[in-house]
C-alpha cells in the first residue's frame, strides 16, 4: 500500500492543480473541431484486451477491437465479427461464420487462424491473462475453412454466446502481438473503427479513424480518452469545452448541470450492482445471522435516494433487474432493531470492528455512500474503519486467495458486480460458485454451498431457456438467504456531453461506441 | 543575545520573576500578539468545551438534510451527509489543536536533544547528526511528511508524528548553534573544572540557557504543524472518516464545491483564523522574549 499511497497522494495533488487551473481557464478553450474528447473517472491501464478488464482500458479497447458478438444497447446478442453462429447437438461445439473482408488495421485479413491465434493466446496458462476466467470452459479452438472457427468446450455451457460478448473476446491481430511481443500494449491493432495513435498513460489515450474500417470510416478526426478521476474537474471540463463527454456525473452536481444550455445529461441503465463482499471464511462473518443482521442495519433506501439522488435503487436479488434470469427476491428491511437482536444471537451483542475496503474512485463510485454505510454500521455497535483502494488495481489488491484475504484483513469489501455477460448463470457462478473461490474467479468472500454449485452448474447445462430461468431462481433464493453480501444498490450510469455532439452509443455493458460520433 | 538569557534563567528567583513580569508586559503592549492568543484562546475554550457546546452530534447523519445552506437550525449548514457543520467545525478544534500540540512537543523534544548533543559533543556525533538533519531538510516539508505516513499508515496521530518528525531539523539547528556558543562560556567551564559530569553540565547548565528559542521557535511552529496536519488530512493521509478533523472536512466539500460551497468554506476558515492567531501569537513571543532581535 505504501507506494501507492504516495503516487496516490501525488496524483491528488496533481489533480487539485488541473482543477485550480481548469477554474481559472476561461470558456474559451474549446476541444478542436472534429475531436471528440472523453474525460472518463477511471485510468486507462493496458490496452492488450488479453490483459485488461478494467473498465478504463475497456472503454478505449472497445474502440480499437471488435469481438465476435456484442450485447447490444437493449442487451441482446448481436453479431459483429460472427455473421451467424450454430451449436452442434453434442452441446459442447460451436462454430461461428465469420465475416469475410475484413482486415485488421495492420493489413492482416481478419479469418478463422486469426480468432484461433487470439483464443489460443488468451487460454495459454503459461502467459499471463486477466480477462482468461471467463473463458476457462472452452476445451480448444479449431478452424473450419478459412472463415469457420470451432470453440470445443470441456462441458456443455448454455450461455456460452454471452461469454463471447466478454472483454477478453476482443479480437487482436496476430500479427501485431507477434511483431510486439512484451510490448504489444502499446501498440495495439484490432478490427474496429478506431486506431491507435498513442497511449500516455494517466494522461490520455488518442485514437484516431481507421480509413478501411468495414462498417465505413468514422467522421470525426480524432477520439481521446482523458483519465479524469476528480468527479468535480470532469464537469468543469465539460462545460468549459474542454472535454465532449463525461461520465460518471456526480448526482449532486446533476440537477445544476441538467439547468446549463449546452450540455445534455444522459441516464443509462447498466447491469452492474453494487454490494460488500464478506469473508465468510472468517470471524464474525461466518455466521449467517452476523451477515443478515448486516443487511438489516444498511438503509439502501435512504442511500439510493438520498446520497445517489435517485439514481440508484436498491438489489433485490444477488444480480441487476436487468440481468437475463434475474429473479426478484425480498428485500431486507432496513430495522436496527432486528439487526442488533441478530447480533446479540450470534455473540455480538457489543458489536465488532472490522474494516471496509473501498474504491478510491471509479465507476460511480461516491465517498458518502460508505460513510453512510459506516454511520448506519456504528448504529448496530459494528465499528467499520475506511480503507480505499485503487480500482485499476482491483485484481491485484483484492482478488487474493483466502491465505492472502485474511492476512490482509480484507474482510469486507465494497465493490461492483460487472455483469459482463448480462445474464445471471455466469455472474453467479463467478460470484458464489466453490469453484470461482478467488483468486480462480470473483468469488472473494468464499461463499460455498454444495446445493448452489449444483444448482448453478445445472443451469449453465440448461440450454431450455424457461428451464434454466427456474433453476437460476432456485440459487438467487439460497444465496440472498445466506447473505455473503451486504446487497446494496444498482446504479444508473450518468453521463454529461455538449449538445454539438451526435452520434453517442451506449452498449449495455455501458461502454459507449464512437464510431457513429460527430461533432 | 547571550547574557540576556542567562540573566533571565540563571539568575536568583526574584530576578527571574521580574524578568517574567517584563516579558508579559511587552506581549500585552504589542497589539496583534494579544489579538493573536484571544484567537488561540478562543479555539482552546471551543475545544476544551466542545461536547458542551456543540448543538448536535458531529457524526451523526441526517440524511433527509444533505449539504444545506446556513439556516437557524444549522448556523453553517450541513454537509455531504447532512451532518451539522458547526458541530463538526467545534469537534473539529479539538483535532486540529492536538495535531498542532502533539507534533511541536515531539519536534522540540527530539530536536533540541539532538541539536544538545550534536553542538555540545561536536566532532563525529556533530557530523552524523548535522548531516542527517540536512538530508531531512532536503525534502520539501509536506513531502518528507507523506514519505513518512507511507511507512507508518495512515492515521491521525500517524499524521501528527510525521509533522513532528519533519520539523526535527529546526530545532536541532537552532539549538545546535546555541549550544556551540555556550559551550564555549565561562560558566560551562567552571562547571566543567569542578568536575561536573557531561550530562549535568548539558541537562543543568546548558539546556535551561536553550528554552528561550525553543519556545520561540514552538509557539512559531505551531501554526505551520496543523496547517501540515489539516493538508495530509485533506489528502486523506491524516484523520480517516468520520473523524471531523478541518482538513478532512474540507476534503469532503471538494466534489461539491460549486453546488454547496459552505462546506469546503468554514472548515477553510476555521483552519487560516487559527494558523493566523497562532502566527501572531508567536511573533508576539518571540517579540517579548528577545527585545533585541525586534530592533534588527
Known amino acids: 500500500m505504501q507506494k501507492r499511497d504516495l503516487l496516490n497522494v501525488c496524483r491528488s495533488l496533481l489533480v487539485m492543480f488541473a482543477v485550480v487551473s481548469l477554474i481559472a481557464i476561461a470558456p474559451g478553450a474549446a476541444a478542436e473541431n472534429g475531436r471528440v474528447v472523453y474525460a472518463i473517472d477511471v485510468d486507462i491501464t493496458n490496452l492488450d484486451p488479453v490483459n485488461s478488464i478494467d473498465p478504463g482500458s475497456a472503454a478505449v479497447n472497445q474502440q480499437i477491437y471488435e469481438p465476435l458478438v456484442r450485447m447490444g444497447s437493449t442487451g441482446d446478442i448481436e453479431p459483429v465479427l460472427a455473421e451467424s453462429w450454430s451449436v452442434a447437438s453434442d452441446k459442447v461445439t460451436w462454430s461461428f461464420n465469420l465475416k469475410k473482408g475484413v482486415k485488421f488495421q495492420d493489413g492482416t485479413p481478419f479469418d478463422s487462424a486469426a480468432v484461433k491465434a487470439h483464443f489460443d493466446r488468451l487460454l495459454d496458462p503459461d502467459k499471463p491473462s486477466r480477462a482468461r476466467g471467463a473463458f476457462t470452459m472452452i476445451k480448444k479452438v479449431e478452424t473450419a475453412g478459412s472463415h469457420t472457427v470451432k470453440f470445443v468446450l470441456a462441458k456443455p455451457y448454455a450461455p456460452f454466446l454471452a461469454v463471447m460478448t466478454d472483454l477478453g473476446g476482443l479480437i487482436c491481430s496476430p500479427t501485431a502481438v507477434e511483431k510486439w511481443g512484451d510490448d504489444y500494449p502499446f501498440h495495439p491493432v484490432g478490427t474496429g473503427p478506431w486506431m491507435f495513435k498513442e497511449w500516455l498513460p494517466a494522461d490520455h489515450t488518442t485514437l484516431v479513424p481507421n480509413p478501411n474500417y468495414w462498417g465505413g470510416k468514422p467522421k470525426i478526426s480524432e477520439l481521446v480518452f482523458k483519465p479524469v478521476p476528480e468527479p468535480s474537474a470532469r464537469v468543469i471540463m465539460l462545460e468549459n469545452g474542454q472535454a465532449d463527454v463525461a461520465n460518471t456525473i456526480m448526482p449532486d452536481e446533476m440537477k445544476r448541470l441538467e439547468r446549463s444550455k449546452d450540455i445534455t445529461v444522459q441516464r443509462v441503465p447498466v447491469l452492474r450492482g453494487w454490494f460488500i463482499g464478506l469473508n465468510v471464511l472468517e470471524k464474525p462473518f461466518d455466521d449467517v445471522r452476523v451477515r443478515k443482521a448486516l443487511n438489516h442495519a444498511v438503509d439502501v433506501n435512504i442511500i439510493a435516494n438520498q446520497i445517489l439522488r435517485g439514481t440508484a435503487r436498491p438489489l433485490t436479488a444477488p444480480v441487476n433487474s436487468r440481468v437475463w434470469g434475474y429473479s426478484r427476491q425480498t428485500e431486507y428491511e432496513y430495522d436496527p432493531v432486528k439487526a442488533k437482536k441478530l447480533l446479540a444471537e450470534a455473540g455480538y451483542a457489543k458489536g465488532f470492528e472490522a474494516n471496509l475496503w473501498v474504491p478510491a474512485s471509479g465507476a460511480g463510485f461516491m465517498p458518502e455512500v460508505p460513510q453512510a454505510i459506516q454511520a448506519m454500521l456504528a448504529e448496530v455497535g459494528v465499528k467499520v474503519k475506511i480503507i480505499p483502494f485503487e480500482m485499476s488495481a482491483f485484481i491485484d489488491n483484492i482478488i487474493k486467495d483466502p491465505v492472502e484475504s485474511k492476512k490482509s484483513g480484507k474482510h469486507m469489501v465494497m465493490m461492483g458486480i460487472g455483469a459482463r455477460t448480462g445474464e445471471a448463470a455466469t455472474i453467479m457462478d463467478e460470484f458464489f460458485g466453490t469453484g470461482s473461490w478467488a483468486p480462480v474467479k470473483y468469488n472473494r468472500c468464499f461463499y460455498s454451498n454444495e446445493a448452489v454449485d449444483k444448482l448453478l452448474e445445472q443451469a449453465l447445462q440448461t440450454f431450455d431457456q424457461a428451464k434454466q430461468k427456474a433453476i437460476l431462481a432456485k440459487a438467487q433464493e439460497m444465496v440472498w438467504d445466506e447473505a455473503p453480501w451486504i446487497f446494496l444498490y444498482e446504479m444508473m450510469g450518468v453521463y454529461g456531453y455538449r449538445d454539438n455532439v451526435k452520434g453517442l452509443q451506449w452498449l449495455a455493458s455501458n461502454y459507449i461506441l464512437f464510431h457513429t460520433v460527430e461533432k | ?296
Open chain 2, 1 to 296: 543575545m547571550g547574557s540576556a538569557d542567562q540573566n533571565t534563567l540563571n539568575a536568583n528567583a526574584p530576578a527571574a520573576k521580574s524578568q517574567l513580569k517584563a516579558v508579559w508586559r511587552r506581549l500585552l503592549r504589542n497589539r496583534m500578539a494579544v489579538i493573536g492568543g484571544g484567537v488561540v484562546l478562543f479555539f482552546v475554550l471551543v475545544a476544551i468545551f466542545a461536547p458542551l457546546i456543540a448543538p448536535y452530534n458531529p457524526n451523526k447523519p441526517d440524511f433527509m438534510n444533505r449539504m444545506q445552506g446556513p439556516s437557524p437550525e444549522h448556523w453553517l449548514g450541513t454537509d455531504t451527509l447532512g451532518r451539522d457543520m458547526l458541530s463538526r467545525i467545534i469537534y473539529g478544534s479539538i483535532y486540529s489543536l492536538l495535531a498542532g500540540i502533539v507534533s511541536v512537543t515531539i519536534a522540540a523534544f527530539v530536536g533540541t536533544l539532538l541539536g544538545l548533543l550534536s553542538g555540545y559533543y561536536g566532532g563525529w556525533v556533530d557530523m552524523i547528526i548535522m548531516r542527517f538533519m540536512d538530508m531531512l531538510l532536503a525534502f520539501p516539508g509536506i513531502l518528507l511528511a507523506i514519505a513518512i505516513i507511507s511507512v507508518l499508515g495512515r492515521g491521525l496521530f500517524n499524521a501528527m508524528v510525521s509533522v513532528g518528525l519533519y520539523s526535527v531539523s529546526s530545532f536541532a539547528r537552532v539549538v545546535r548553534s546555541r549550544v556551540l556558543s555556550l559551550r564555549e562560556q565561562e560558566f560551562v567551564e567552571s562547571a566543567r573544572a569542578i568536575g561536573s559530569s557531561n550530562s549535568r553540565i548539558i541537562f543543568r547548565h546548558i539546556l535551561p540557557n536553550i528554552a528561550t528559542p525553543v519556545i520561540i521557535m514552538s509557539t512559531m511552529r505551531l501554526g505551520t504543524t496543523i496547517l501540515a496536519a489539516a493538508a495530509l488530512s485533506f489528502l486523506g493521509l491524516g484523520a480517516q472518516p468520520p473523524t471531523p478533523e478541518w482538513g478532512a472536512i474540507l476534503s469532503g466539500g471538494r466534489d461539491v464545491l460549486r453546488v454547496a460551497p459552505h462546506i469546503a468554506t468554514f472548515p477553510g476558515l476555521a483552519i487560516l483564523i487559527t494558523v493566523v492567531g497562532f502566527n501572531l501569537l508567536g511573533d508576539g513571543v518571540r517579540d517579548a522574549l528577545d527585545p533585541k532581535l525586534k530592533d534588527k
